[in-house]
């Protein structure tokens, strides 16, 4: 069972435009975290929130923990082909050090 | 920001055989280890945690006689896939939790070919 849905699964865009990851769950969890990951490689992380309604800015990335903590959202502002990959959410369930992954946003930006 | 390493990166083996993945935490203690697997263009899955000084926990439906997993030190994790299996091709990927700033770190990944 797929704790943490993310949608969309796929986005091509044109550089500069804006687009909106989603990560949703019915579970509350204690922190979340967003990653981005190449091809052959492991995730990298990007931001990790903790607090419901924290809002964290990244340059051009913004994220976004919800206020019951069970969803979250990545804004990217003027996209450029380096913002091309996996974004990946991870949710940390309370009392655990155990994060569960999102179903994965694959984005490809075009020059 | 801390480093993971995994070895081998890639691994090629024939059906039947076993293959051992090493993970490593090489500037911090890591008492808790992960190991997740990835298939191709899907996102991670956790497949067991690796606890110092204990027995793995391995998450439902992870076999754990076929993924045996090994936390013998502070800095180390070792997965063994036993009997390896074609099906059993994949990307694996360890990370490491920091206790100091409860922060996990992934490692490169080791991309697994049962042929």
């Known amino acids: 069972t797929q704790l943490l849905e993310q949608s969309p699964q796929f986005l091509s865009i044109q550089e500069g435009e804006n687009l909106t990851v989603y990560c949703n769950s019915s579970?509350?969890?204690?922190?979340l975290q967003w990653y981005r990951q190449e091809p052959g490689e492991g995730p990298v992380l990007l931001v990790t929130?903790?607090?419901?309604?924290e809002v964290k800015k990244l340059k051009r990335l913004t994220f976004q923990f919800g206020d019951a903590r069970k969803d979250s959202s990545l804004h990217i502002t003027a996209a450029q082909p380096g913002d091309t990959g996996l974004y990946l959410c991870a949710g940390l369930f309370s009392g655990t050090y155990k994060y569960i992954f999102g179903t994965g946003t694959r984005l490809k930006v075009l020059a | 920001g801390a480093v993971v390493s995994q070895h081998p990166s890639w691994v090629i083996c024939k059906s039947g055989t076993s293959v051992k993945i090493e993970c490593r935490s090489l500037d911090f203690q890591a008492t808790t280890m992960f190991w997740y697997r990835q298939f191709p263009k899907q996102s991670l899955m956790l497949m067991a945690t690796s606890n110092e000084g204990s027995k793995a926990t391995y998450e439902q439906g992870v076999e754990k006689d076929k993924f045996l997993i090994n936390h013998a030190s502070l800095t180390l994790s070792t997965l063994t896939v036993t009997s390896a299996h074609p099906e059993d091709s994949s990307f694996y990927i360890c990370?490491?939790?920091?206790?100091?700033?409860?922060?996990?770190?992934f490692g490169p990944g080791t991309r697994l070919t049962v042929t």
């Open positions: 579970s509350v969890f204690s922190s």
């Open positions: 990370s490491a939790l920091d206790p100091s700033k409860n922060e996990q770190y």
């Open positions: 929130v903790v607090t419901g309604g």
